[in-house]
């Protein structure tokens, strides 16, 4: 499975910018899309989650409200649309691709290669 990401930039606090995340290959294998972000000096986080074939979804407590995932399966692609953007949202931003629903960066399998998401205050 091949991943990749785009979509970053810099924008103000309070914008919103569209992550998007195409998958090319076995992507039948990967029951699970997942987004990471990495701040400057920190560990990679997890964000959220969604069932390749499905809508169940799970967010961390920092972005619930504020982002959104969705998947586009004719596209094999996946969003993160984020909104009321916050200066500590500012990281590389990874989406992941995996067979295990879970929040734990380990399991997943393939990786994008990140997009920086820069936000001013």
């Known amino acids: 499975v091949q991943l990749q990401a785009s979509g970053g930039g810099l924008v103000q606090a309070g914008g919103s910018l569209r992550l998007s995340c195409a998958a090319s290959g076995r992507t039948f294998s990967s029951t699970v899309m997942g987004w990471f972000r990495q701040a400057p000096g920190k560990e990679r986080d997890f964000v959220t989650l969604?069932?390749?074939?499905?809508?169940?979804?799970l967010y961390a407590d920092s972005v619930k409200g504020r982002f959104t995932i969705s998947g586009d399966n004719a596209k094999n692609t996946v969003y993160l649309q984020m909104n009321s953007l916050k200066p500590e949202d500012t990281a590389v931003y990874y989406c992941?691709?995996?067979?295990?629903?879970?929040?734990?960066?380990?399991?997943?399998?393939?990786w994008g290669q990140g997009t920086l998401v820069t936000v001013s205050s």
């Open positions: 992941a691709a995996g067979g295990t629903f879970t929040t734990t960066l380990g399991a997943y399998d393939y």
């Open positions: 969604i069932l390749w074939r499905g809508t169940t979804t």
